[in-house]
């Protein structure tokens, strides 16, 4: 198609945006919103009219067959040549059948500016509606917004929080679209992850067609949890970058042709997969039933992230990540990778864990695999100029391998959480000692509330109790005494918590230790102590007071001022703040120094099974 050929089309496209924008301006529905809205900010009904079909016409989109095209066949391989797209055609079937009946809401984990394309054209592959994309305007430079907002995009702005009348045309535009039963996605975590698990959801958009569906603007949607993973990601350097301080690039033209340029390289699959859906409507019946509070917004957008976790598979990638971080920057042999790897293989088969090509890893053959795709992208360094080679995370890479890691880490948290738990029992006799470790495992659950999505307390004790029969089959009687809670550690066929719990405990220290040295009596200015976080973290990864790079995360740093803020601890004023702030800080540098001892306890649980070692809990 010449540009000469595209002007026509680019006219009728624009004429057809905006005769959609008036044509949901004049529904009954939207002229009693604004008549609504007019009285309730005491301005003219005409005012808030003109200015909300401005914003219609602004975010209202078409799905021109020309455009979509371009869409499909001419962005779309720039963003995913990279991969291969794995996927599972009986669930894509099924979602296929149930489209006849039911308009669906995608809501996918966001990890890559690829992620939409992956998603389009495996929909599209297999016979699916083409669904309605919501996105940020910040992709609405030329031509891409162009190309988005002419085959279903919908570009909204990245922020609005005090602008009412946009708020309005956002929430009423979809509902008009749910009111067709059309397909919708958008990003739930609000933008692309830059630690490799999920983010906290945002609720806005969600809250809008709950009350679309509460007021009857809408009937039903299927909520659908979609989860993305990738081998690798040639972006996923840059996103590091700006988790450890540097500097967003602006999307632009000369941005996307430089992106274009990174992903002719294959680096690897792709995996989508789909979690079970979710009945809007039901779960609102849910809770008129339930009771107040038992299914609010959030709590919907609590299920649909962990139906995304519990489809989420564990990588090869994720597996040997995890092993390498877990060394303090030691190099390995592949025979030490391997034997790393295998009992963390032996667990996800016991829990059934989905996954994708674990059992390559059985073979030191499939461990050297993985271990030269890492090496290839940048991740792993390989030094072969002794008697063997060895492997190691690359100087600077350590974000960027514990993004691939922590694409599977939730898989991980109650196991980890129960050897802390268990070693806090460990060391002396105790009355009631379960219960001890039950207090233990309930405040590391409190502490880590806000980067993951916990079960229900007595849905999580019951994961607890799995967790300790996984540990040992006669847990309950080699746990009665302190002797035997150590044995128990000893006797592991792997140790996990140090290897996944200490990036995110080391951040949380990072915040409670500068909240502790701020002023009381003055307001805390989040990105300015965000700033001073970055720099103190890399201090005491420099010093070695902590041990995890990877520790210096914005995002992580974010969820921790959320803990902080949920604490009461923010705010000046507040009572006996100094106290509290302090003791934030003790309680975080206390989980440090378990998840260190619990490190020392693996490498001599290690030692013990090549040598004899002391044992350093009673040592």
Same mark, same amino acid.
């Given at each position: 198609?010449?540009?000469?050929?595209?002007?026509?089309?680019?006219?009728?496209?624009?004429?057809?945006?905006?005769?959609?924008?008036?044509?949901?301006?004049?529904?009954?529905?939207?002229?009693?919103?604004? /008549?609504?809205?007019?009285?309730?900010?005491?301005?003219?009904?005409?005012?808030?009219?003109?200015?909300?079909?401005?914003?219609?016409?602004?975010?209202?989109?078409?799905?021109?067959?020309?455009?979509?095209?371009?869409?499909?066949?001419?962005?779309?391989?720039?963003?995913?040549?990279?991969?291969?797209?794995?996927?599972?055609?009986?669930?894509?079937?099924?979602?296929?059948?149930?489209?006849?009946?039911?308009?669906?809401?995608?809501?996918?984990?966001?990890?890559?500016?690829?992620?939409?394309?992956?998603?389009?054209?495996?929909?599209?592959?297999?016979?699916?509606?083409?669904?309605?994309?919501? $996105?940020?305007?910040?992709?609405?430079?030329?031509?891409?917004?162009?190309?988005?907002?002419?085959?279903?995009?919908?570009?909204?702005?990245?922020?609005?929080?005090?602008?009412?009348?946009?708020?309005?045309?956002?929430?009423?535009?979809?509902?008009?679209?749910?009111?067709?039963?059309?397909?919708?996605?958008?990003?739930?975590? $609000?933008?692309?992850?830059?630690?490799?698990?999920?983010?906290?959801?945002?609720?806005?958009?969600?809250?809008?067609?709950?009350?679309?569906?509460?007021?009857? $603007?809408?009937?039903?949607?299927?909520?659908?949890?979609?989860?993305?993973?990738? /081998?690798?990601?040639?972006?996923?350097?840059?996103?590091?970058?700006?988790?450890?301080?540097?500097?967003?690039?602006?999307?632009?033209?000369?941005?996307?042709?430089?992106?274009?340029?990174?992903?002719?390289?294959?680096?690897?699959?792709?995996?989508?997969?789909?979690?079970?859906?979710?009945?809007?409507?039901?779960?609102?019946?849910?809770? /008129?039933?339930?009771?107040?509070?038992?299914?609010?917004?959030?709590?919907?957008?609590?299920?649909?992230?962990?139906?995304?976790?519990?489809?989420?598979?564990?990588?090869?990638?994720?597996?040997?990540?995890?092993?390498?971080?877990?060394?303090?920057?030691?190099?390995?042999?592949?025979?030490?990778?391997?034997?790393?790897?295998?009992?963390?293989?032996?667990?996800?088969?016991?829990?059934?864990?989905?996954?994708?090509?674990?059992?390559?890893?059985?073979?030191?053959?499939?461990?050297?695999?993985?271990?030269?795709?890492?090496?290839?992208?940048?991740?792993?360094?390989?030094?072969?100029?002794?008697?063997?080679?060895?492997?190691?995370?690359?100087?600077?890479?350590?974000?960027?391998?514990?993004?691939?890691?922590?694409?599977?880490?939730?898989?991980?948290?109650?196991?980890?959480?129960?050897?802390?738990?268990?070693?806090?029992?460990?060391?002396?006799?105790?009355?009631?000692?379960?219960?001890?470790?039950?207090?233990?495992?309930?405040?590391?659950?409190?502490?880590?509330?806000?980067?993951?999505?916990?079960?229900?307390?007595?849905?999580?004790?019951?994961?607890?109790?799995?967790?300790?029969?996984?540990?040992?089959?006669?847990?309950?009687?080699?746990?009665?005494?302190?002797?035997?809670?150590?044995?128990?550690?000893?006797?592991?066929?792997?140790?996990?918590?140090?290897?996944?719990?200490?990036?995110?405990?080391?951040?949380?220290?990072?915040?409670?230790?500068?909240?502790?040295?701020?002023?009381?009596?003055?307001?805390?200015?989040?990105?300015?102590?965000?700033?001073?976080?970055?720099?103190?973290?890399?201090?005491?990864?420099?010093?070695?007071?902590?041990?995890?790079?990877?520790?210096?995360?914005?995002?992580?740093?974010?969820?921790?001022?959320?803990?902080?803020?949920?604490?009461?601890?923010?705010?000046?004023?507040?009572?006996?703040?100094?106290?509290?702030?302090?003791?934030?800080?003790?309680?975080?540098?206390?989980?440090?120094?378990?998840?260190?001892?619990?490190?020392?306890?693996?490498?001599?649980?290690?030692?013990?099974?090549?040598?004899?070692?002391?044992?350093?809990?009673?040592?």
């Amino acid at each position: 198609m010449t540009l000469d050929d595209l002007n026509p089309v680019l006219a009728a496209t624009l004429i057809q945006r905006r005769q959609v924008a008036r044509k949901v301006a004049r529904s009954p529905r939207f002229v009693e919103q604004i /008549d609504k809205l007019a009285r309730q900010l005491q301005l003219p009904v005409g005012q808030v009219a003109a200015e909300a079909l401005r914003g219609l016409e602004e975010i209202v989109t078409v799905q021109s067959p020309a455009f979509a095209a371009m869409f499909d066949y001419g962005l779309g391989p720039l963003h995913t040549r990279a991969w291969t797209v794995d996927a599972d055609p009986g669930e894509l079937a099924r979602l296929k059948a149930l489209n006849r009946d039911h308009a669906l809401v995608y809501l996918p984990t966001h990890r890559s500016y690829a992620d939409a394309f992956i998603l389009s054209r495996l929909l599209r592959d297999n016979g699916l509606k083409r669904n309605h994309i919501l $996105g940020g305007n910040n992709l609405g430079f030329w031509p891409l917004g162009t190309i988005i907002r002419r085959s279903g995009g919908i570009l909204i702005r990245r922020s609005f929080q005090d602008d009412e009348i946009y708020k309005l045309v956002v929430r009423e535009y979809l509902a008009w679209l749910a009111s067709q039963r059309l397909n919708l996605e958008w990003y739930m975590e $609000g933008g692309r992850s830059r630690t490799g698990k999920l983010r906290p959801p945002k609720y806005g958009l969600l809250s809008y067609l709950v009350a679309a569906i509460e007021s009857g $603007g809408a009937d039903d949607m299927l909520l659908v949890p979609v989860s993305t993973t990738y /081998d690798q990601m040639h972006e996923v350097g840059v996103m590091a970058a700006e988790e450890a301080g540097a500097a967003k690039a602006k999307e632009n033209l000369l941005w996307l042709a430089g992106y274009a340029r990174t992903q002719q390289k294959r680096i690897g699959n792709a995996y989508v997969r789909f979690g079970e859906p979710l009945s809007l409507k039901e779960a609102l019946a849910r809770a /008129d039933a339930d009771g107040p509070g038992k299914w609010t917004v959030a709590k919907i957008a609590f299920e649909v992230f962990q139906r995304i976790n519990r489809a989420t598979p564990v990588t090869a990638n994720a597996l040997v990540t995890l092993a390498l971080l877990g060394v303090k920057d030691r190099a390995l042999t592949l025979a030490e990778v391997h034997e790393l790897v295998l009992p963390l293989l032996d667990y996800a088969d016991a829990r059934g864990l989905p996954n994708s090509h674990l059992d390559d890893l059985r073979s030191r053959d499939g461990v050297a695999e993985t271990l030269g795709n890492l090496n290839a992208g940048g991740v792993v360094s390989r030094y072969d100029g002794g008697t063997e080679a060895v492997y190691a995370i690359e100087p600077g890479q350590h974000s960027v391998a514990a993004f691939y890691r922590n694409s599977a880490v939730h898989w991980f948290i109650n196991r980890a959480i129960f050897e802390v738990a268990l070693l806090d029992t460990s060391t002396e006799e105790l009355t009631g000692p379960l219960e001890r470790a039950w207090q233990s495992a309930f405040a590391l659950r409190d502490l880590l509330k806000f980067d993951f999505f916990f079960s229900d307390k007595a849905s999580y004790r019951e994961e607890q109790k799995a967790e300790s029969r996984l540990f040992d089959a006669k847990f309950r009687q080699r746990a009665v005494t302190a002797e035997g809670r150590r044995a128990l550690l000893l006797g592991a066929p792997f140790l996990i918590a140090h290897r996944v719990l200490t990036p995110f405990i080391e951040a949380y220290f990072i915040v409670a230790d500068r909240l502790a040295a701020q002023p009381v009596d003055t307001a805390i200015d989040k990105k300015k102590l965000t700033e001073e976080c970055v720099k103190v973290g890399r201090q005491y990864v420099l010093q070695k007071r902590l041990s995890s790079p990877e520790c210096v995360s914005r995002e992580v740093f974010g969820n921790a001022l959320s803990l902080a803020a949920n604490r009461d601890l923010l705010k000046p004023g507040a009572p006996n703040l100094a106290e509290r702030r302090r003791a934030f800080a003790d309680e975080l540098a206390s989980v440090v120094e378990r998840l260190a001892a619990i490190d020392t306890l693996d490498q001599a649980r290690h030692a013990a099974a090549h040598a004899v070692t002391p044992d350093p809990i009673s040592a």
